[in-house]
């Protein structure tokens, strides 16, 4: 029924618009079966299980002369457990001024992240076939740091707000977001102001990011971003972000570091790493992962993903984590494929009852099949 509803909702928008705007639409869906699951607790049982992890429709138009345009997105399986619906529309009255006002869906406008969070594993997190779906931003665990730590990933979960990007030259585009629609007095709404200057060189790219806070506790974030996409076959991501303090004062600062380089046509290589210190609890926080591919063919590609997440306290134990994560991808970047892979992992958290003093480690056998037009 909901996806009779869905599938509705499509063509009337199609109808509605088609006549005056060109519309395109498209969906994905993703279906994901553990075939084997367990950990090593003791007399634990190997289980199995499976999940429809997506159920999607999306679509965008704009009109003749690109002055109006919307997007929407229809999530019929939403990792809520609810149909999920999400869209933005926006005007561009000259080309130096674009204003938009909804959401995209929860990715966020306005990141600067690279190669470093969703780009790293690309769809293989979205099916399940990646270590957890948080590591699509670095699998934290207990280290309590991911990459976005160092690089911005965009607004208050790239929730509903208004947007403008003024572009005053080519290579400056100066982005503003304000949350009007968490309400409030209208003080607090500019508190959360997120003010960005991304500058777009034949290089690369540069960017300040200020994320507002307009509880008492800090005074927001900031971060500085680089990329380097001038050298061939080679893109690295440098980030560092910091908590300018308020009432909390003694915020670590973070610092991270992204390449993808592709050997030749048949090896790659991607690497990141997010690193914070400094703090009043004296703590040093790590996360690093890389993941070499190999293209048997036009399309079959292989990935080894392996990493680690550590936290070193002031005193006392430190606690390590890691991953060990080999699946195949079969297909295109985009279309239909189908994913296959083994996973083991631990947070590296110490036991108890069953478990003693071991580290708890699970592993699962996924497979998936996704599929998007």
């Given at each position: 029924?909901?996806?009779?509803?869905?599938?509705?909702?499509?063509?009337?928008?199609?109808?509605?618009?088609?006549?005056?705007?060109?519309?395109?639409?498209?969906?994905?869906?993703?279906?994901?079966?553990?075939?084997?699951?367990?950990?090593?607790?003791?007399?634990?049982?190997?289980?199995?299980?499976?999940?429809?992890?997506?159920?999607?429709?999306?679509?965008?138009?704009?009109?003749?002369?690109?002055?109006?345009?919307?997007?929407?997105?229809?999530?019929?399986?939403?990792?809520?457990?609810?149909?999920?619906?999400?869209?933005?529309?926006?005007?561009?009255?000259?080309?130096?001024?674009?204003?938009?006002?909804?959401?995209?869906?929860?990715?966020?406008?306005?990141?600067?992240?690279?190669?470093?969070?969703?780009?790293?594993?690309?769809?293989?997190?979205?099916?399940?076939?990646?270590?957890?779906?948080?590591?699509?931003?670095?699998?934290?665990?207990?280290?309590?740091?991911?990459?976005?730590?160092?690089?911005?990933?965009?607004?208050?979960?790239?929730?509903?707000?208004?947007?403008?990007?003024?572009?005053?030259?080519?290579?400056?585009?100066?982005?503003?977001?304000?949350?009007?629609?968490?309400?409030?007095?209208?003080?607090?709404?500019?508190?959360?102001?997120?003010?960005?200057?991304?500058?777009?060189?034949?290089?690369?790219?540069?960017?300040?990011?200020?994320?507002?806070?307009?509880?008492?506790?800090?005074?927001?974030?900031?971060?500085?971003?680089?990329?380097?996409?001038?050298?061939?076959?080679?893109?690295?991501?440098?980030?560092?972000?910091?908590?300018?303090?308020?009432?909390?004062?003694?915020?670590?600062?973070?610092?991270?570091?992204?390449?993808?380089?592709?050997?030749?046509?048949?090896?790659?290589?991607?690497?990141?790493?997010?690193?914070?210190?400094?703090?009043?609890?004296?703590?040093?926080?790590?996360?690093?992962?890389v993941l070499p591919y190999y293209t048997i063919n036009d399309s079959v590609k292989a990935f080894l993903s392996g990493g680690v997440t550590m936290l070193a306290p002031d005193g006392g134990d430190s606690v390590i984590g890691?991953?060990?994560?080999?699946?195949?991808?079969?297909?295109?970047?985009?279309?239909?494929?189908?994913?296959?892979?083994?996973k083991l992992w631990t947070d590296g958290s110490k036991g108890g009852g069953d478990k003693g003093d071991d580290g708890l480690i699970k592993w699962a056998v996924p497979i998936a099949i996704g599929v998007s037009f």
């Amino acid at each position: 029924m909901i996806m009779k509803k869905l599938i509705a909702i499509s063509v009337v928008f199609a109808l509605v618009v088609g006549a005056a705007f060109a519309v395109d639409l498209g969906g994905e869906v993703i279906s994901t079966v553990n075939v084997l699951q367990g950990d090593n607790v003791k007399d634990s049982k190997v289980t199995s299980g499976a999940s429809m992890d997506r159920v999607r429709l999306q679509g965008e138009a704009a009109n003749d002369d690109g002055t109006f345009g919307g997007w929407i997105r229809v999530d019929g399986k939403h990792w809520s457990g609810d149909p999920q619906f999400d869209g933005h529309a926006w005007w561009k009255p000259i080309d130096q001024l674009k204003l938009w006002i909804g959401s995209n869906g929860g990715d966020g406008f306005f990141a600067k992240e690279g190669n470093t969070a969703w780009m790293f594993y690309q769809r293989a997190t979205d099916v399940g076939v990646t270590v957890g779906g948080e590591n699509a931003w670095g699998g934290g665990f207990s280290s309590g740091i991911n990459v976005r730590s160092a690089f911005y990933g965009g607004g208050i979960d790239g929730g509903n707000a208004f947007y403008a990007t003024i572009s005053p030259a080519d290579i400056v585009d100066i982005n503003l977001e304000l949350p009007f629609f968490q309400g409030g007095e209208v003080g607090d709404v500019l508190a959360d102001l997120i003010a960005q200057v991304s500058l777009k060189f034949d290089f690369g790219n540069i960017a300040l990011t200020y994320a507002g806070d307009s509880s008492d506790a800090t005074n927001g974030n900031a971060y500085v971003y680089f990329n380097l996409g001038s050298v061939e076959n080679l893109s690295l991501d440098v980030g560092v972000g910091l908590t300018l303090p308020g009432d909390v004062e003694g915020q670590p600062i973070a610092a991270g570091l992204g390449v993808k380089y592709d050997v030749n046509d048949a090896f790659g290589l991607k690497f990141r790493t997010t690193a914070s210190f400094g703090g009043d609890d004296k703590a040093f926080r790590l996360l690093a992962d890389v993941l070499p591919y190999y293209t048997i063919n036009d399309s079959v590609k292989a990935f080894l993903s392996g990493g680690v997440t550590m936290l070193a306290p002031d005193g006392g134990d430190s606690v390590i984590g890691f991953h060990l994560n080999p699946y195949i991808w079969v297909g295109q970047e985009w279309g239909p494929a189908f994913w296959a892979g083994f996973k083991l992992w631990t947070d590296g958290s110490k036991g108890g009852g069953d478990k003693g003093d071991d580290g708890l480690i699970k592993w699962a056998v996924p497979i998936a099949i996704g599929v998007s037009f």
